[in-house]
């Protein structure tokens, strides 16, 4: 072969070198931390930050098979670290991201403590067709059953899926899809640790194929004002509860409270004092439940039960529980919905 032709077919080759990798979908893949982060320390002997997203990256090379990832190291921190702020960060990262016509979808990265928090929170305030997919890990990445790299893959097997458009924000691990409204922390340490109640899984991963057995209806889209939101607290009732905690956060400046009631929204009379001295400051008030499954419903007519709450002036959470109840508040809020009829409305979506 002639120099001439040599120099031709290498430049064919540099050429053709772009044209196929750009023959992959591009997904974005946002480290934020967490377990799926941590190694073992020698000298504690504990799990600490220690790998980034692309050390997460290298050690799943069959990701190449369905897309071209890249790699944003937002941060590397416990989950349990995650706040509005860092919050309203991830979200213009992400919006940023699915915002490019060439992304096909987004993975987060993150601790699980708070996962489905953040999940609920981005699934709020990102407006994007395309999938949000958030995965962690039950086991960091010095023991040899380390469940990242699987749930990474999976991730990214759902973020070029074309049956994931429209379902808002997800969570998958451990095979398992779920949404991000209803998706709950139950284990402390296994691996099957996210679910759905009474709701069930989103859909599932398999080595064939992704499924979906359902689409969640009942999202919406918050948009973020400010970078700063408005401090929300949640208060548990439980027996002899004597409200001080709610007033000492009344007096104390917060702009909402979440009740963390019984049953089906209800409280003791102490409680309920509290409740109206709250919504007589001007503070929103939304009653929750910490019962793992069913609606909070204005029904018990005794004197803290849901319906005296409610006449009060509280807003019934719903079915959302109370971390979940508190970033609605919280974005409702900071949106300039503050009465109790358009909280209710916007709690009943």
Known sequence: MTTLKKAVFSLLLLAAVPAFSQSKPVVQFIATGGTIAMKIDPVKNAPVPAISGD?????????????????????NVPSDYMDPARWVTLT?????????????????????????????????????????????????????????????????????????????????????????????????????????????FLGEVYPDRVTFSYTQLRRQYIPIRTDKMPE???????????????????????????????????????????????ISKNVAVVVSTRVHNGRVLPSYGFEGGGKTSFEAGAVMADDLKPAKARILLMLSLQNGVSSQSDLQATFAR
């Open 55 to 75: 050390d997460l990256l290298a050690t799943v090379p069959d990701v190449a098979k369905y897309a071209s990832i890249e790699v944003n190291n937002l941060s």
């Open 92 to 200: 213009k990262a992400v919006q940023a991201a699915l915002d490019r016509k060439e992304v096909a979808g987004v993975i987060v990265s993150h601790g699980t403590d708070t996962l489905e928090e953040t999940a609920y929170w981005l699934d709020l305030t990102v407006q994007s067709s395309k999938p949000i997919v958030l995965i962690g890990a039950q086991r960091n990445a010095s023991v040899s059953d380390f469940d990242g790299p699987r749930n990474l893959l999976n991730a990214v097997r759902i973020a070029v899926d074309p049956q994931a458009r429209d379902k808002g924000a997800m969570l998958a691990m451990n095979n398992q899809i779920n949404a991000a409204r209803y998706v709950t922390k139950t284990h402390t340490a296994n691996v099957e640790t996210f679910k759905s109640g009474d709701y069930g």
């Open 232 to 278: 929300v607290e949640i208060i548990a009732m439980y027996g002899g509860a004597d409200g001080a905690a709610l007033r000492n956060a009344v007096d104390r400046g917060v702009k909402g409270i979440v009740v963390q009631a019984l049953g089906m929204g209800n409280m003791n009379v102490a409680m309920l004092n509290a409740v109206k001295y709250a």
